[in-house]
């Protein structure tokens, strides 16, 4: 398994950045603790933060040439935005979870939207960063499932 992690915009402000909604940890540490997860299992990681939609689609694109297995992406404000990298990952069909630190359910109307949903293999939103560990968990148990 080869996992990509793709963080939105605005997320490298994580720690500093409405923590009421977003909690105290930093992307930094975000994503250490993923990588120390993936690499116990003898895993690859890696993750890309843009706040630029076409860096993220680019990443999005050069996936399966890296051979990458699984997605988590945290589209951030993209999520009620961006049909283009809607659009990306429909074109490369690698299996993804969408995760939210926040509850866009409990937010403003225009959050509640997101172009991913109906695509994802499973949505986590509300549970802060560990919104992320548990998607990566998802993903080991998946593999870890004789199927
Ligand atoms: C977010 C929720 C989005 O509505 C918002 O634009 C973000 C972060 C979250 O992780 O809760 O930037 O995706």
């Known amino acids: 398994p080869h996992i990509l992690v793709l963080h939105g915009p605005n997320l490298n402000l994580l720690g ?11 992307l930094a540490d975000i994503d250490a603790k993923l990588v120390a997860m993936a690499n116990a299992w003898g895993w690859a990681l890696s993750s890309l ?20 297995t699984n997605i988590i992406i945290n589209p951030a404000a993209f999520t009620h935005t961006s049909v283009a990298l809607r659009d990306a990952l429909s074109a490369v069909a690698i299996p993804f979870i969408e995760v939210h ?15 991913f949903s109906d695509m994802a293999q499973g949505v986590i939103a509300g549970l802060g960063a560990d919104g992320y560990f548990l998607a990566l968990e998802a993903i080991y148990r998946r593999f870890s499932r004789p199927d």
């Not at 937010?107 to 997101?114: A, K, L």
């Open 16 to 26: 500093q950045r409405e923590p009421a909604h977003y909690g105290h940890s930093t």
């Open 49 to 68: 933060q843009s706040n630029a939609e076409h860096q993220l689609i680019d990443a999005v694109q050069l996936a399966p040439k890296q051979g990458v």
């Open 101 to 115: 630190l926040s509850n866009i359910h409990a937010r403003e109307p225009f959050r509640q939207y997101s172009y």
